[in-house]
């Protein structure tokens, strides 16, 4: 892969994608989040095809998917997970993890600061009001993960029904990883003010918000009579 030629297709062209097989024999087509992972992944020289990650996932809706495949970090992907994603029900499409009482999870600020992150979510964030800040942290299971995860906790003064929260954990979630260079997993929680030790609670006392809603100021008699 040392000579690099870029074209671009047409609307109508047709592409075949190259699966891989498993151990198992099974196929799944594979996919990186940068073009490093890809050269580090395979031997030969091979065409590749850099498109939107929702692109992707409508292209080749109904296979499985291997997100970085042959290296230390990288997930697969079933159809139903990736139907989930594109229909917004994320309840089936991702699960959630409990940590242990005795885990020591390392928690930290990431560097450097993905600004892109903060400056887009701030701007969404203005439409929901029931967000009252965000934050942004990095945390490292050694046991679970090889790699830290950059995490984004959400402080709520409203009380959201179960699907609501993970409507608002989706768009939140496409806005971030819409603004990574290089696309990773993020994780996302709702923030427990009542925390004495967690994570929660690292956040709220240690940590600043990149996100903090501003409250309306209050309308005098005049303003309110002629609005």
């Known amino acids: 892969m040392d000579t690099q030629i870029e074209h671009t297709l047409s609307e109508g ?12 024999g099974t196929e799944v087509l594979p996919f990186f989040t940068s073009l490093e992972k890809l050269q580090k992944a395979i031997q030969d020289s ?3 095809l850099k498109m939107h990650t929702q692109s992707f996932f409508e292209l080749t809706l109904g296979a499985t998917l291997a997100l970085n495949p042959n290296s230390g970090y990288g997930k697969e992907f079933t159809a139903e ?6 229909s917004g029900d994320f309840e089936n499409s991702a ?5 242990e009482e005795n885990t020591q999870v390392l928690k930290s600020q990431p560097q450097p600061y993905p600004l892109a992150i903060a400056e887009n979510l701030n701007r969404f964030l203005v439409s929901h009001r029931e967000v009252t800040s965000a934050y942004l942290a990095k945390i490292h299971d050694t046991q679970r993960d090889p790699e830290p995860t950059l995490v984004i906790g959400l402080l709520i003064d409203q009380y959201l029904e179960d699907k609501q929260l993970q409507a608002l954990k989706g768009k939140v979630g ?4 819409d603004s990574l260079e290089n ?9 427990d003010s009542n925390d004495k030790e967690g994570l929660s609670h690292y956040l709220l006392m240690e940590t600043k918000p990149f996100y903090v809603r501003q409250e309306e100021k209050k309308k005098g008699f005049f303003a309110r009579l002629f609005s």
């Open 174 to 177: 496409n806005v971030a990883i």
């Open 95 to 99: 699960q959630p993890y409990e940590y």
């Open 183 to 191: 696309k990773k997993p993020i994780d996302f929680f709702i923030i």
């Open 46 to 48: 091979e065409s590749y």
């Open 81 to 86: 997970e990736i139907q989930g994603l594109l």
């Open 13 to 24: 062209s047709q592409i075949q994608i190259k699966s891989w097989n498993k151990a198992d």
